[in-house]
């Protein structure tokens, strides 16, 4: 691909080297959700959370197959918002692409401030919310280089990502086989016998804990946004999708069993310090919270990192299809969409500085609204790959599984999902929330789409 002055809209570079999309897909579900906020998951529904990532891990899987198929055939920085416009209409790729903008968007701040307190509790001189700020702004400094010197920035914080976990698996392996001292306790009994059984709080926590999980799932499907920038970009995504399967089992399934056989789940502190650092306290590691701060700091980081990174290509290929602000689709002489990224980071930075200075309530409202985002994501990757397939037929290299009773399936059990969510108590504020900031972004979508007069098929014929 060129790239193309300030002055006119241009195309991004290719400078993802093929290492880079690598450690990307494997490292880019890995974030503070599975180092602290699976505590909360297990703490909530027991041994039997394994249930719920379970399901989230096979949902994962299958609808990144569906994504694949679609994305090996048709590479685009807009990904699933590009086929949700070409296979439903206009409308669907306005409210998904902006959608998953808004959710990254409101990962910032998240991220930012999880780093800022580690360093608050590291150098207390200074605010929460400045070293969020500073770390945004550092960040958004990152994706304005080349797209090649955030790859290699994103390699290493990957790189050390998997490290930990790869040494954490071990170390509670080795333990667990009593080949180093553990705890009394320790073992697979905690997961049926012990401490009320498998299921101690009944199967409606492990459906109330899905939600949370697919909150640190979400991500998976951004390599075939990052496979664009890249030389191969049809390689690189098939070899993605076709790794997600032991990437999701291995750091996700793996390690979650681990702690669960460490930690019993009703364990006071599991929820409060995270299930990474409980399971180390009790496998009597030395530093265990300076440890486990490290490497939280390291997976914020980079996780903040790659958010700015997906938004603002996302926001970048909205405004190439005339869905966003024209200026938001021009690029550098690198080819970075700098007026993109500076609009995804200032977004997040003023979100994060809200959390200080404006009630809490107002934060937790914004939140709120991201909640149940990644399943109307998933849901318009799952309809979009069935269309497709009907108008391309079987010429395609990457295909989905037992198709297409495989992808019936996935939006039977997404739509349930949501239905389930909006009618459990504890989830209905954030299921609801989100499902009306859907409807308001699509009749946004419907207007701006019909006063720019783009017809509902938009050349589905040209996808593939």
Known sequence: MSSLNDSSGGQLSNGFKPRHVTMLSIAGIIGAGLFVGSGHAIAAAGPAVILAYLAAGTLVVLVMRMLGEMAVANPDTGSFSTYAEKAIGPWAGFTIGWLYWWFWVLVVPIEALAAGYILNQWFPGVDTWIYALASVVLLSITNLFGVAKYGEFEFWFALLKVTAIVLFIGFGAMALSGWVPAHEGAG??????????????????????????????????????????????????????????????????????????????????????GSYQRALELLDVPHAKLIVDLVVLVAVTSCMNSSIYIASRMLYSLARRGDAPAMAARTSDNGVPRTAVLITASVGAFIAALNHFAPASLFDFLLSSSGAIALLVYLAIAISQLRMRRLHGNALTLKMWLFPWLTYGVIVFISAALAVLVVTPEHRA???????????????????????????????????
């Not at 012990?194 to 999980?213: K, L, R």
């Not at 859907?438 to 014929?461: P, T």
């Open 430 to 464: 954030e299921a609801t929330s989100t499902l009306v900031l859907a409807m308001a972004v699509s009749l946004v979508g419907i207007f701006v789409c019909r006063k720019r007069g783009k017809e509902s098929a938009a050349g589905l014929e040209r996808v593939y």
């Open 188 to 273: 697979l009994i905690n997961l049926m016998r012990e401490h009320g059984g498998f299921a101690p709080n009944g199967m409606a926590a492990v459906v109330g804990a899905f939600i949370t999980i697919m909150f640190s799932f979400i991500g998976t499907e951004s390599v075939t946004i990052a496979a664009a920038e890249s030389g191969e970009p049809s390689r690189n995504i098939a070899k993605a999708t076709r790794s997600v399967i032991w990437r999701i089992g291995v750091f996700y399934l793996l390690s979650i069993m681990v702690v669960i056989s460490v930690v019993p789940w009703s364990d006071p502190q599991l929820a409060t310090v």
